[in-house]
């Protein structure tokens, strides 16, 4: 997240600029900063994991086309599961206090929101390795199903890594 961060704040407009200088106000700016970083890293994630959502759409059409009916519905509970990550991480409001805002982040709570933000890449990666097994054991009927559990799993972890995430960000964990 860092380096959203530092991308984000490296494009500071001139008038940003002069008026951080007015007392209190940079503080408004850092936040601001942190938040058009988490709309950006959020968007990366999405997108991320749309690849592979379209990913298990696909093998969905395979396994029909090769007559294994039997297990769409159980790679829909994957898909579903990623369409629901998606669209929280999508549609989630832009992170971070602003100044007005009932709900303030600390510095210990913005770490754990980065150890969060990263694991949506690790679980990312994980989740592409787990499709890459799945499509792999197209041909393994004995294989499929828990290749099928993997990615489901998965799925499932991601929603409830993003809404522990989001617990932290509003402040009620």
Request: aromatic residues 10%; hydrophobic residues 40%; without cysteine.
């Amino acid at each position: 997240m860092s380096d959203f961060f530092e991308k984000v704040s490296s494009q500071v407009d001139p008038f940003k600029k002069l008026v951080s200088y007015i007392p209190g106000f940079g503080g408004y700016v850092e936040r601001q900063n942190r938040r058009d970083a988490d709309a950006l890293l959020r968007e990366t994630v999405a997108r991320r994991f749309e690849e592979q959502w379209s990913r298990i759409s696909n093998l969905q059409a395979e396994l029909v086309s090769n007559g294994m009916i039997k297990y769409v519905d159980d790679v829909e509970k994957a898909a579903l599961a990623l369409r629901t990550f998606i669209d929280k991480i999508s549609t989630a409001a832009r992170g971070y206090s602003g100044l007005f805002d009932a709900v303030k982040i600390n510095e210990a709570e913005l770490e754990k929101i980065y150890q969060f933000d990263a694991a949506f890449f690790d679980l990312g990666d994980q989740v592409k390795s787990g499709i890459d097994n799945l499509e792999s054991s197209m041909n393994d009927e004995e294989a499929l199903p828990a290749a099928i559990r993997n990615v489901t799993t998965l799925a499932r972890l991601a929603v409830e890594t993003f809404e522990r995430r989001s617990e932290v960000v509003t402040g009620s964990n």
